[in-house]
């Protein structure tokens, strides 16, 4: 069977599973969104520099227990997606010196923690080895074990099972919601413009045969712009306001993003900060791009997106007060 058709059967479950789960068709799908964990199993047995040199937090196991534990419940999620850099590394020195990489094997009692299903897509961190070199205290980081590493998520995580990119339809109301999960990531410092081939083609079929039905993006590395709301963050200290140009968005992902005014919005990490920017593309539509920090580094690093027949509502992070509003029936502005 093609990983097309093993796609497609899975999609029509969860589809199924959407609309009927609750007894009847569903008027709101509530999903939550963190990102950027860097969890780090065994801590004390990897080489000292490897957690002070990283983004790790010594409590972010229980950070994300506690927020298993709480936060679904509260806002009544129907699913938890996290962004990438879910792990620190795939493997990285101990103390003796010999490779740590059971990280991902690990990782499985995470599903169980969670209370409602849990997509995740894979991040630079997911995908890197890291080793040390004690003469100078200098760390060399490669992802030349990256296919062990994907191969590792497909086998332990269930989301990845048929890979490390997938989608899944949710029905709301009328409404076919198409969620497509990304693997950008690459150590590229591309600006998170690059997908395989393989990837983008099966990318550009999916979009089409959602015809006009909205899509939602995630993936790890962001869109590096600049400020183009004006609230004084931003993805990119001085990025440029007008990008992406026509040009830019000639090949790869951006030329995807551009083509398909569907697209209604890309949900990301890679950046541990609490961003949004509506990018206007040069088709003509706008899309936002939305990035959440991690609940690893703060408890009130979430957000919960309201997907609606006709909208969708992002809140503030760690609120249920709505910050953007996205018309499903607005072209662009």
């Known amino acids: 069977m093609s990983r097309y058709k093993i796609a497609f059967s899975l999609t029509l479950f969860t589809v199924l599973i959407a609309y009927g789960a609750r007894g009847q068709a569903v008027d709101t799908l509530n999903v939550l969104h963190t990102s950027d964990l860097h969890l780090l199993y065994n801590q004390d047995e990897c080489h000292p520099l490897l957690p002070v ?18 936060v679904p419940r509260q806002v009544k999620a129907d699913a938890v997606v996290i962004t990438g850099d879910v792990l620190d590394m795939y493997e990285g020195e101990t103390k003796s010196h010999k490779l740590l990489a059971n990280q991902i094997e690990q990782l499985r009692t995470v599903n ?7 997509y995740l897509t894979l991040g630079n961190h997911d995908l890197t080895k890291y080793v040390v070199h004690d003469t100078d205290s200098t760390i060399v980081e490669s992802q030349t074990s990256a296919d062990r590493a994907r191969a590792s998520w497909i086998r332990n995580i269930p989301c990845f099972h048929d890979g490390t990119y997938y989608s899944r339809i949710f029905r709301v109301g009328r409404t076919n919601y198409h969620f497509i999960f990304l693997d950008n990531g690459y ?10 081939k393989v990837q983008f083609d099966w990318l550009k079929e999916l979009l089409s045969s959602a015809g006009r039905e909205p899509v939602i993006l995630f993936f790890h590395i962001y869109f590096s712009v600049g400020d183009i709301n004006g609230d004084g963050i931003c993805f990119k200290e ?32 890679h950046g541990h900060s609490n961003i949004f920017e509506g990018i206007r593309f040069p088709a003509g539509q706008t899309v936002y791009q939305i990035e959440t920090g991690s609940v690893a580094e703060g408890s009130l690093n979430w957000r919960l997106f309201q997907f609606t027949e006709n909208r969708i509502l992002v809140t503030h992070q760690g609120s249920e007060q709505a910050e953007i509003t996205i018309d499903l029936n607005e072209k662009g502005k």
Do not use: Y
């Open 53 to 70: 040199r990283h983004f790790v937090v010594r409590s972010g196991l229980d950070s994300l227990t506690e927020f298993f534990r709480s």
């Open 238 to 269: 001085h990025g440029l306001l007008d990008w992406p140009t026509a040009k830019q968005c000639s090949d790869g992902l951006l030329k995807l993003v551009n083509e398909n005014p569907n697209i209604k919005a890309m949900v990301v990490g």
């Open 112 to 118: 169980d923690q969670c209370p409602v299903p849990l």
């Open 187 to 196: 150590s590229l410092h591309d600006e998170g413009r690059v997908i395989d």
